[in-house]
């Protein structure tokens, strides 16, 4: 659901995000989003979080083979 969260921000900018385009994007009825994020703040927050989360490993990952400054 947070990755459907993520698709319909893309595709909708922040004012188009709703349960039901969420549910829809993410093929789950829409009482499971609304069950598990009750408001759309909850909702909002919870994917962003997701893609702070998703951010953080690429660039671990990234950091990780950096053997020296040269290599930043």
Known sequence: MLDA???V???DGAAGIT???VAARADVPLGSVTYHFASLAELQA???ARYVALRAEEFAAAF???R???GL
Request: proline share 0%; charged share 35%.
């Open 46 to 48: 919870a994917a962003f």
């Open 9 to 11: 921000l893309v595709s």
């Open 19 to 21: 349960h039901r385009k």
């Open 5 to 7: 969260t993520l698709d």
């Open 64 to 66: 990780a083979e950096v």
């Open 68 to 70: 020296d400054r040269a």
